[in-house]
């Protein structure tokens, strides 16, 4: 396995994120892509919104049904072994610490013509207590301006604020609120333009977005991980009757590094896999798509 550059967690402090690049081989990013195909389909289990394919329905119309399988794990081995590929945990041990656990997984497919995702920091949807979620976001195709691939502004994790958040009808987004009122503007963004198999680390205070898919076919595919410090307990749930919320602590978590301080509370099943709302089905007024 090639090492890691030396600058890898000090570029990561300074600017919030991190590109591996060449992290997954030829053939893993084929596996990749057939078991999404699979997930699609709906031959690899129950997903929520998920409408089984007919046997003679062509792979893309399938495909473009769906922007984004959140929790796909959960029904997919496969999917599963990925979250802690061996050249993640190498960058997630740095940047982290030696204890790492996830706490979920997203399938964007996100084809031609999708729309993208507004300014938002991870750290609103998945609360850590330490404040170390950081996301994995593995390129399954080369990701560029015109295909929506993401946008940071370097640097906006350092203040440790979390900006207010707001729904939106921009049509360029899907239905996931956006962080305002932050002192940065676009001009402020860069592309983080990667080739397929690259992964992007992002810090979870990180203001990051997606524009939408403007290519004239195909997909854009990433599978991105949530990943924290297993140290810390992660009040991602409502608490429990009697349980104080600073003591409330989500435990349907696969432990990717390390050890788990909390083993003893074991792990439960709470997640389940479900499909993100696209603008074409509406935007209710509450969600938690991250
Ligand atoms: O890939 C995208 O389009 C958005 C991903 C994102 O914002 C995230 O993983 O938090």
């Known amino acids: ?72 794990h959960k029904i997919s081995p496969l999917m599963h072994r990925y979250l802690a590929h061996p050249r993640i945990v190498e960058v997630l041990t740095q940047v982290i610490g030696p204890n790492v656990k996830c706490m979920q997984s997203m399938l964007f497919i996100k084809a031609s013509g999708k729309p993208g995702q507004a300014w938002h920091q991870d750290e609103d949807f998945i609360p850590t207590r330490d404040r170390s979620l950081t996301g994995a976001w593995i390129a399954l195709d080369d990701a560029t301006v015109e295909n929506g691939c993401l946008w940071v502004i370097p640097g906006s994790h350092k203040p440790g604020i979390l900006w207010d958040m707001r729904q939106h009808d921009d049509a360029r987004f899907d239905c996931t609120d956006e962080s305002f009122g932050f002192p940065y503007n676009d001009d402020d963004a860069i592309p983080v333009e990667v080739k397929a198999g690259s992964i992007v680390f992002f810090n979870g205070y990180l203001l990051h977005r997606s524009l939408p898919n403007r290519a004239s076919g195909g997909y854009r595919r990433a599978f991105v991980n949530h990943y924290m410090s297993a140290e810390s307990f992660l009040p991602w749930h409502n608490p429990g009757p009697g349980e104080w919320v600073s003591r409330s602590d989500y435990r349907d978590i696969v432990l990717v590094a390390g050890r788990d301080p909390y083993a003893y ?26």
Not at 18 to 38: C, D, I, K, N
Not at 39 to 46: K, L, N, P, Q
């Open 1 to 72: 396995m090639p090492t890691l550059p030396a600058n890898c967690a000090s570029f990561f402090a300074h600017h919030g994120y991190y590109v591996l690049p060449e992290a997954l081989s030829s053939g893993e990013l084929r596996e990749l892509h057939a078991e999404t195909l699979r997930i699609c389909r709906g031959d690899a289990g129950d997903v929520q919104g998920v409408t089984p394919a007919a046997p003679d329905e062509p792979d893309d119309a399938v495909l473009r049904r769906y922007i984004c399988i959140h929790m796909a």
């Open 265 to 290: 509370k074991g792990t439960t099943n709470l997640a389940q896999p479900h499909v993100r709302r696209d603008r074409e089905g509406g935007c209710k007024p509450v969600q938690d798509d991250s």
